[in-house]
Nanobody, 121 residues
Framework: QVQLQESGPGLVKPSQTLSLTCTVS??????????WSWIRQPPGKGLEWMGV???????YYNPSLKSRTSISRDTSKNQFSLQLSSVTPEDTAVYYC?????????????WGQGTQVTVSS
């Protein structure tokens, strides 16, 4: 069974870059047709799909976040990462790394436990 674990700072200052890493076990991020996404949930709001990196390294982003988002991977460590630049307090959220196809959070197969990130000076 695939397991995912997010890691990274819990507090980021406004205008800085948020960086999170997801470590995957129980499956390879290069397995054909698997896709690995980042999803977030601001307080009191719904889940928001941010972007995905596919098994072949191809990336797709939510158009509303595309200019500030980058997803990359380290296949030697079986990890993929999120960078969100120029953060504001509105980027405060619980961030999840997930495995599944598509962009619908309801359609994802496996989830990390989530990590709280607060943007504050």
């Amino acid at each position: 069974q695939v397991q995912l674990q997010e890691s990274g700072p819990g507090l980021v200052k406004p205008s800085q870059t948020l960086s999170l890493t997801c470590t995957v076990s129980g499956g390879s991020i290069t397995t054909s047709y698997y896709a690995w996404s980042w999803i977030r949930q601001p307080p009191g709001k719904g889940l928001e799909w941010m972007g995905v990196i596919a098994y072949d390294g191809t990336t797709y982003y939510n158009p509303s976040l595309k200019s500030r988002t980058s997803i990359s991977r380290d296949t030697s460590k079986n990890q993929f990462s999120l960078q969100l630049s120029s953060v504001t307090p509105e980027d405060t959220a619980v961030y999840y790394c997930v495995q599944g196809l598509g962009r619908d959070p309801g359609g994802m197969d496996y989830w990390g436990q989530g990590t709280q990130v607060t943007v504050s000076s």
